[in-house]
């Protein structure tokens, strides 16, 4: 499931490094919406995976010399 690698991570570190969706997909070979993954605006249209590890996905927009769009997950460890 898309993300799952970089929830493991994310138990030493609170947040991931920047990365371009598009380049995160074909790495994992699968394919996504952009939209749908990393533009998310309520609890409810988050993915089940980050919702239960209580970690948000941030959409950091693009670079200049990059059109892909770039994220970050992050972690909350408060709960």
Known sequence: MIFDDLLTTLNQNQVSEPQGFQAYIKKLNTQ????????????KSLKANLRKSNTMVL?????A???QTYFSLVKNTER
């Open 65 to 67: 010399s990059d059109k």
């Open 32 to 43: 996504a919406n952009t939209a749908a993954s990393i533009s998310v605006d309520s609890m």
């Open 59 to 63: 959409r950091l927009g693009s670079r």
